[in-house]
Structures are given as C-alpha cells and as structure tokens.
C-alpha cells in the first residue's frame, strides 16, 4: 500500500481526460488501484495518447497504477517524448523512487489545474 496523503482525496479513484493543446492529460484522483485502472480501461482511456498525467490528488496508488505509468511511459519513451507527471509531491516520488520507476518520468511542479 502507498498511502500518499490523508485528508481532501476523493474517498475512492476517479479520473478526468482534458484535452489541452498539446493532447489529453489524465488527471487522477484519490485511490489509483486496479478498480480504477479497470473503469479507466472500461471507458476506452489509451494511456499511449497521453501527453501528461496529473497527480496532486492522488491519496493512494496501488501496483495497476503504477504498472498503467510504467506502460504509459514506456510508450511516450518508443515515441520519443517524455512521460510528464505533473504535481507529484514529495510523498508521490517517493513511492516511485522505491518503486525503482522514478526515472521514467519527466517532473513538472506547474500541474496546469
């Protein structure tokens, strides 16, 4: 478990797609785990069209979100671009330092929300 944050998160995981300029950017909030990561699925999101994921929200990340970032940056990395998380905070990278997976990702501390 990586209990990120305690107090204003969404009791359980939501998401929201928002097409800005330079493509969709998934915004992420409360509980990111595998029922989340399903609806996300369900709901025809294509982490490989992402340009960005927003994560200040995130209170909890489970092994199907981290595995829907590593996919998601894997493919930005075949494509040439980078994997932006955007308002990580310090807790967020730290679950991904121990995760091993940190250099996956380019940080952004403007999340553009």
């Known amino acids: 478990m990586h209990r990120l944050s305690s107090g204003s998160e969404p009791p359980s995981g939501a998401f929201r797609v928002v097409h800005e300029d330079a493509g969709p950017v998934l915004h992420l909030l409360g509980d990111v785990d595998e029922p989340l990561v399903g609806r996300m699925r369900a709901e025809g999101v294509d982490e490989r069209a992402l340009v960005a ?52 990702f380019t940080l952004e501390d403007d999340g553009g929300a």
């Open 53 to 104: 994921v927003h994560v200040a929200s995130v209170g909890y990340i489970d092994s199907a979100g981290l595995s829907l970032l590593v996919r998601w940056a894997q493919s930005a990395a075949r494509d040439g671009r980078p994997a932006v998380l955007r308002s990580a905070s310090p807790r967020f990278r730290k679950v991904l330092d121990l995760a091993g997976i940190s250099v996956l």
